[in-house]
């Protein structure tokens, strides 16, 4: 089996991996844009968490890049490494709950209610789904 046809074949049912890393990554990105999105009434905890959007921005991308790649790694290896996905799953689903506790602090309700525990809850479903497929495949971490 191809790579091409390897990474097709697993792209369907890690979708929500996909999805979540992309998103994670392209926060990370408009952080870096040059707007000062901290100085915004809603973001006021994010500074008082995280210190700099600069530094949250890259490590973001960075952690989106890396799910990413990982992903691309998992899609086109013969043998299943499903405990990259655990690991950056339980990465993103930790990031998560960090962006709900800095809105929190902000003390603003927005649908940042809504979106952060959704990614959350959907990262401990990504999480399990990796971890079945490593018993199931007998994948050593």
Known sequence: M?????VQHRFGPRLPEWMLATIAAGWG??????????????YQGFRAL?????????????VGL????GLIVNGARKRVTPWI???TAAVRFLVWIGLFAAHALGGIVGVWLVLYPVFAATELVNIYRAARDGGESNAVP
């Open 2 to 6: 191809s790579v091409w046809v390897r």
């Open 29 to 42: 990105g408009v952080m870096l844009l040059p707007a000062r999105t901290f100085d915004q009434p809603s």
């Open 50 to 62: 995280f210190g700099s959007e600069e530094g949250l921005g890259a490590l973001m991308l960075l």
């Open 66 to 69: 890396i799910c990413i790649g």
């Open 85 to 87: 996905r655990v690991s």
